[in-house]
């Protein structure tokens, strides 16, 4: 890798050098997995939704269901419409979802068909429904994709009767099915009434029965999203993931919301459960406390190891502010912090997190590339890289330890059912990091120094 300096790097606009984000679509089409009976379908060339399917596949390791347009030279020249009007017909008459939730690609965003008007042209059977939302792949990024999905839910399908139903519509941001648990798990334990839009779990990590369903039991019901409109109150969890839909929402149907980081770490967990208390006046279980303090007992049993130490991580934006607040809690000094997403936000809050903890001399970058993070790593080492199977060639290179925890992980098993969110979440944070320490540790020592540990 040729040595520039950070300021050459940072400076690059016209080339992106191993991105830290992945299209629109690959966001979109995972919203669209977790509606109960809803098939995505790319509006598009076969060839665009075969990768963004191969995406999620790889990283969650089951299979993702979605259909296209189809598109060749002459939709390309004369619009998708026809493509589309066919294969809504027959996914309808073959595959028999409830819901189609469309999203474009590059190629019909820039040709310019109007979704919105193709959509009301198509004869959908009665009790079915479609939705679209635009997601051009040269903006923003999967989680722009993913917000615009869950936007166009609400905007298709969310309705205000002005009776309220008691429920709290709870926004999950783009993380995991098995964060998507945890949260159910800690509403039912503070007996919350919700509706989580998307809920990915049951769909993308069901069990082996031996017997394929396109259509998994798990997924948000359709009429509960209809009746996000009557919803008390809107949490949304991940600032830029989950707040534009939230204010979607309040828009339309005038459901007022409160907008918090994922609930990552001790301190940003505590204001979720506060939250859920707030709203179901409930006692907090003891298993909960129970939960939080053990944290706080493994935290102290491994400050030795993680304190001081300088940590780069990377990912989506969401998810980098959450594990950063975490390693921050630790005692780590969150050197670098990058995301490919843009927005102006990111770097807003982060470095609001870092005054907050009187740390300082850190980097938090948005819309950028990998390619800038290994450079200012080569320029001052760190000691430990979070983020996904992509920064393994940096770890690699630099020679350090790699945990990965956010999207996309390929080259690992198991980590979608395991959460990075809630108490537990934050005990499998401080696992991985601590060990990955350790290892890296106990692999570098010489003879002399092995043979004291023993």
Do not use: W
């Amino acid at each position: 890798m040729l040595n520039y300096t950070t300021k050459e790097v940072a400076d690059r606009k016209a080339l992106t050098i191993n991105p830290a984000k992945t299209c629109q679509p690959v966001g979109a089409m995972y919203a669209a997995l977790g509606v109960h009976k809803c098939l995505p379908h790319s509006h598009g060339s076969q060839g665009c939704c075969a990768f963004h399917r191969m995406f999620l596949t790889r990283h969650f390791k089951e299979p993702a269901m979605a259909s296209s347009s189809s598109f060749t030279e002459g939709a390309s020249v004369f619009g998708g419409g026809s493509n589309l009007k066919t294969a809504a017909k027959n996914i309808f008459d073959l595959y028999k979802p409830d819901i189609i939730a469309v999203h474009t690609t590059c190629l019909s965003e820039t040709i310019g068909d109007d979704l919105n008007a193709l959509i009301i042209d198509i004869d959908v059977p009665e009790g079915k429904y479609m939705v679209h939302c635009n997601t051009p792949s040269y903006k923003g990024s999967h989680v722009t994709g993913f917000t615009n999905m869950v936007s166009g839910f609400i905007n298709y399908l969310s309705k205000k009767t002005g009776v309220s139903n008691e429920k709290i519509c709870l926004m999950p941001g783009f993380v995991n099915p098995g964060d998507m648990r945890e949260y159910k798990r800690l509403l039912n334990a503070m007996k919350v009434d919700y509706t989580m839009l998307p809920d990915t779990s049951g769909v993308l990590d069901t069990p082996m029965t031996g017997k394929f369903e396109m259509y998994p039991k798990g997924g948000t019901q359709i009429p509960d999203i209809i009746g996000l409109g009557d919803c008390k109150k809107t949490i949304a969890l991940g600032l830029q993931t989950s707040e534009p839909s939230a204010e979607v929402l309040r828009k339309k149907c005038g459901v007022e919301y409160e907008a918090m980081p994922l609930p990552m770490g001790v301190e940003m967990t505590d204001k979720f459960i506060m939250a859920l208390q707030d709203l179901s006046k409930e006692e907090i279980p003891f298993e909960i406390e129970e939960e939080r303090g053990q944290l706080v007992d493994m935290m102290l049993d491994i400050h030795p190891y993680t304190y001081g130490k300088k940590v780069a991580i990377f990912g989506d934006p969401d998810t980098v502010l959450g594990i950063a607040a975490f390693v921050l809690e630790l005692g780590m000094i969150p050197k670098y912090m990058i995301t490919g997403t843009p927005g102006a936000a990111f770097e807003k809050k982060a470095n609001e997190l870092l005054e907050k903890f009187a740390v300082t001399d850190c980097v938090a970058k948005a819309d950028t590339d990998l390619f800038l993070l290994h450079q200012m790593m080569k320029n001052e080492k760190v000691d430990l890289l979070i983020g996904g199977t992509h920064g393994k060639t940096i770890a690699r290179a630099e020679d350090v330890p790699l945990v990965r925890m956010g999207f996309p992980i390929i080259d690992r098993y198991i980590h979608s059912y395991m959460p990075l969110v809630g108490y537990k979440g934050a005990i499998r944070m401080a696992e991985l990091i601590t060990n990955a320490i350790m290892d890296y540790q106990d692999s570098h020592c010489d003879e002399k120094d092995l043979e004291v540990v023993m």
